[in-house]
């Protein structure tokens, strides 16, 4: 179980590493391929957020890697797959601190070939923090993230449901959520029907995952995830207390 685990979040945060994505948008915009292409980017920018429904108390801290890679772009994403981009997506560092209450604040970012994300967000749990084996918990969560590249800019508002319950080493964990992203475009496209064009695209996530805790404050964590009906994994692993 360890070592597919350890396996799966290498790749999950190496291969969105691998190679420039998103350079095509200059080449392949066109009015068609936008909202499948902010649909597409959403769904990235909004996954990886939670890997527990627990809160992290007043106080408690997380701090790790991020990462998530879908499968392929929507099928009617032409910027990517006429960039001839098939698996997709963006690792990232991510911190959390407990608030009082039972809210958890986080932020997160990365600067990545021309690609800056930055964002943060709230989380809060439904339920009494309870660490007896198997105990559920419940969490709401929402997120926002703000993206700035040489050809386009973007701005991400994502909303979450969250449970899971487990023990002190194995953690399930799913999750249902919406992601709504607006998109424009620069005046440097290839298509000067584009210049300027401004869109809005949303979708939903659902998330099915277990983090593993080897020790007492370290873990990782792997997930499916349907992106808008499109396959997807996420992975992490940082320190938590």
């Given at each position: 179980?360890?070592?597919?685990?350890?396996?799966?979040?290498?790749?999950?945060?190496?291969?969105?590493?691998?190679?420039?994505?998103?350079?095509?948008?200059?080449?392949?915009?066109?009015?068609?391929?936008?909202?499948?292409?902010?649909?597409?980017?959403?769904?990235?920018?909004?996954?990886?957020?939670?890997?527990?429904?627990?809160?992290?108390?007043?106080?408690?801290?997380?701090?790790?890697?991020?990462?998530?890679?879908?499968?392929?772009?929507?099928?009617?994403?032409?910027?990517?797959?006429?960039?001839?981009?098939?698996?997709?997506?963006?690792?990232?560092?991510?911190?959390?601190?407990?608030?009082?209450?039972?809210?958890?604040?986080?932020?997160?970012?990365?600067?990545?070939?021309?690609l800056t994300v930055a964002g943060g967000g709230l989380r809060y749990g439904l339920l009494k923090t309870n660490d007896k084996p198997w105990a559920p918990q419940l969490m709401v969560s929402g997120v926002a993230n703000s993206v700035a590249e040489q050809d386009f800019s973007a701005s991400h508002f994502g909303a979450d449901l969250i449970g899971s319950m487990g023990t002190q080493v194995f953690t399930p964990y799913i999750g249902a959520g919406i992601d709504r992203t607006t998109l424009t475009a620069r005046d440097s496209v290839a298509d000067p029907s584009v210049d300027g064009t401004m869109t809005t695209a949303v979708g939903t996530r659902f998330t099915a995952g277990m983090q593993y805790r080897p020790w007492t404050f370290a873990y990782i964590n792997v997930a499916y995830v349907l992106l808008h009906g499109m396959s997807a994994s996420e992975a992490g692993m940082g320190i938590r207390f």
């Open positions: 179980m360890r070592s597919w685990m350890w396996v799966v979040a290498a790749i999950a945060l190496a291969v969105p590493a691998r190679a420039d994505q998103y350079g095509g948008f200059r080449q392949y915009a066109t009015q068609g391929s936008l909202k499948p292409f902010a649909r597409d980017l959403g769904g990235i920018l909004g996954s990886a957020t939670f890997h527990s429904a627990r809160p992290l108390g007043l106080s408690g801290w997380d701090v790790g890697a991020r990462g998530v890679m879908q499968f392929q772009p929507d099928r009617n994403d032409t910027i990517l797959r006429d960039n001839g981009v098939h698996s997709f997506g963006l690792p990232w560092a991510q911190a959390e601190i407990g608030l009082p209450w039972g809210i958890d604040g986080f932020v997160r970012g990365i600067s990545y070939q021309g």
